[in-house]
């Protein structure tokens, strides 16, 4: 477990860490009302917008990984699918419209507790722009990527794969593991 928890959200009394009833891992577990706080890994969610052969990235804005290139993605809130999070964060940063297309990538990040899942996508058109979390926004097509300017591990796994199955002429679903190193 790689969060500590101090006090209960439902009484605000301390909590302990240990083993449920009935359970397999450490939990935090309130000392007074017994309530058991689960921490699970956090959905990142997003997709890659192609437009004419060509993908639109984002440059971050915001850390981690400030000022490097990134399909748009980011944590799905609560109440939504993971479609309408892939495309709320693509109009977040980069103001893009997309036509959602199927599930694509799904990587596995279990050192950061993390799960990214990315769709393919068809832009609208080719109103776009930075959002707030983005510097720049831009079309690149496949010899212009800028491979050692990509900010995480995932979208560099998510778009080797989409080009090597758009070359085959037939998408499937990929699913990656990513084992800790430096970087994300």
């Known amino acids: 477990m790689t969060h500590k928890m101090n006090y209960c959200n439902q009484c ?7 083993v449920p009833e009935g ?14 706080h689960y921490l699970n890994p956090k959905l990142v969610v997003g997709c890659i917008p192609e437009w004419e052969g ?37 109009l977040e940063e980069a103001c893009a ?27 609208i058109d080719t109103r776009f722009a930075p ?12 010899p212009e990527i800028p491979w050692k300017e990509l900010a995480f591990r995932s979208v560099t796994l998510c778009l080797k794969a989409y080009f090597a199955d758009r070359a085959a002429g037939r998408f499937t679903f990929h699913e990656d593991d990513l084992l800790p190193q430096a970087g994300y």
């Open 97 to 123: 419209r997309v036509e959602l297309g199927a599930l694509f990538s799904l990587v596995n990040v279990p050192h950061i507790n993390q799960v990214h899942l990315f769709y393919r996508s068809r832009l």
């Open 23 to 36: 359970d397999s891992v450490p939990r935090h577990v309130c000392q007074d009302c017994g309530m058991i």
């Open 131 to 142: 959002g707030v979390e983005s510097l720049e926004t831009a079309l690149f097509a496949e």
């Open 54 to 90: 060509q993908i639109l990235l984002c440059r971050r804005a915001i850390e981690p990984r400030r000022g490097l290139w990134t399909l748009p993605a980011g944590f799905m809130e609560n109440g939504e699918t993971t479609a309408q999070g892939a495309m709320r964060e693509t």
């Open 12 to 18: 605000g009394s301390p909590l302990d860490l240990r």
